[in-house]
């Protein structure tokens, strides 16, 4: 079974390398395991090369069900924890603010159902405080934007969910009517956007030079609450936030790249089981976003 995730992380993370952090294992150790079930199976499951990894056909035909068998065991397990009352103590969660009301919030609903024995924390704020704070020690984990610069050492990003780039206005705009925009137009007319130090501040003055910024908004939603005003256009990636906000309309960026959410942790982590079901709770949530299976 442990070879099968082992089998399974390789294939979602394209890489030895990088399912061997996300395992907690060496990559020696995952390459020689991911062999032994080749050698059990009697297939060969991934295609090795310079560039990573992929499964071959018969790998891939045998995703769904190794899938479904590590699924059942961790079903076993978390009954076998509620049942002895192993899910207690406190996880403490960090996550920007579109991460804690599409990905987060969700979670935390879920949790106090299922587990009411555990008790959790959930810090808001910056991508970069976040990360800060797990590398100290202050959280379990966070959930964030992808920053732009790569992670610091000790640090560790998996990426959960991509969303394309892009601006709300209101659909009295002069720019609703069109299909998309492109970082020029941002030059004349006034912004919105995430405060200075997150990655959407970043990413807008990467790409223009110098933009009439009127409003540093704390969360995604203050952002559209202040388009749907007239205060400017939004600069925001399209997840589903604030939906009881009407009369906007989104148009994507045409030159800007995806904005990614990522789960960061300490790459020495060692969690605690009620911190291995909360973030397996959070990935699963990333996924249904994503509208892809879920991830072991």
Do not use: N
């Not at 992808?146 to 709300?168: D, E, I, K, N, Q």
């Not at 007319?189 to 540093?216: F, I, K, Y």
């Not at 990636?237 to 995806?258: H, K, M």
Request: a neutral charge; proline letters at 7%.
């Amino acid at each position: 079974m442990e070879r099968a995730r082992y089998f399974l992380a390789a294939v979602e993370t394209g890489s030895l390398r990088a399912a061997a952090e996300r395992c907690g294992v060496s990559q020696p150790t995952i390459g020689q395991q991911i062999a032994q079930l080749e050698e059990e199976l009697d297939v060969v499951l991934l295609t090795r090369s310079r560039h990573g990894v992929r499964p071959t056909p018969a790998g891939q035909a045998l995703m769904e069900p190794l899938g479904r068998l590590v699924a059942a065991e961790d079903a076993v397990r978390e009954s076998a924890m509620e049942a002895s009352g192993a899910y207690r103590g406190r996880v403490q969660i960090g996550g920007v603010s579109v991460t804690v009301e599409t990905v987060i919030a969700p979670v935390v609903g879920r949790l106090r159902e299922r587990h009411p024995r555990l008790r959790f924390t959930v810090r808001e704020g910056a991508s970069a405080a976040i990360e800060a704070a797990v590398l100290d020690g202050a959280l379990d984990f966070g959930v964030v934007t992808m920053p732009v610069s790569p992670p610091v050492p000790g640090l560790h990003r998996t990426p959960l969910v991509s969303a394309p780039l892009g601006v709300w206005v209101r659909t009295d705009h002069p720019l609703a009517g069109r299909g998309d925009v492109q970082w020029r137009d941002l030059e004349t007319w006034p912004t919105v956007t995430m405060r200075a130090g997150t990655v959407m501040w970043e990413t807008l003055h990467r790409h223009v030079a110098d933009p009439d910024v009127v409003v540093q908004a704390m969360s995604a939603r203050t952002v559209k609450v202040m388009v749907a005003q007239g205060a400017g256009l939004g600069v925001l990636a399209r997840f589903d936030t604030s939906a009881d906000i009407a009369d906007l309309v989104w148009l994507p960026l045409r030159d800007a790249s995806p904005v990614d959410l990522c789960l960061t942790q300490r790459r020495d982590d060692r969690p605690s089981p009620s911190a291995l079901i909360v973030r397996r709770l959070i990935r699963a949530k990333a996924d249904e976003l994503a509208g892809s299976p879920p991830r072991r």
